[in-house]
């Protein structure tokens, strides 16, 4: 089977598990494997950079799609962007009155400053996207390099959860932590040459 894409994952773990009554949960063991991917995996290629549009006397704004952890917000200063400082949400002081933005926090699904922007904004927000696969996003960049990781975290949730196959479970366990290890490896040459 074809590791490429969602359905050639879908595809390998209905062969690696040999049931055929299995197809329809064959999806939740794939997102469950990525719930944990996502929890486990910080990588660069995880790192998203986007465009935050702000109006003038506006405090919040949404949290992109896919978003797992900030990193770094900016505001644009002439030229230049200046770094917001992070506070953690009982630490932000908020005042009604409009101004510059010089704090942030996150509460819930928002990002919210100390106190409303006195003018409209483009901010620069850089965070960390979750790895998600879907019938319209296909494939990314864990599933075409490190596809193995998928197929064993799929499968160990199928032999976790709902199979409950402990010779199974342990083998698929094994496999998909020497996989995660080998990925978080890499990923440390690679940081380390920065």
Known sequence: MALSNYSGLQASVASWLNRSDLTSRIPDFITLAETRLNRTLRLRVMEEETAIPVAAGVRTFPLPTGFLEPL??????????????????????????????????????????????????????????????????????????????????????????????????????????RAIAEINLQAGRSRSLT
């Open 72 to 177: 770094e917000l900016w505001r644009p200063e002439g030229q230049l962007r200046v770094a917001l400082r992070y506070l953690a949400p009982s630490q932000i002081e908020v005042d009604s009155l409009a101004g510059r933005v010089y704090f942030w926090t996150i509460t819930g699904a928002n990002v919210e400053f100390e106190r409303p922007t006195n003018q409209a904004l483009s901010l620069t927000f850089r965070y960390l996207k979750s790895f998600a696969l879907s019938d319209a996003s296909p494939t990314n960049w864990l599933l075409t390099n490190h596809p193995d990781a998928y197929l064993a975290g799929a499968l160990m949730e199928a032999y976790a959860g709902y199979l409950r196959d402990d010779q199974a479970l342990g083998i698929w366990s094994a496999r998909y932590d």
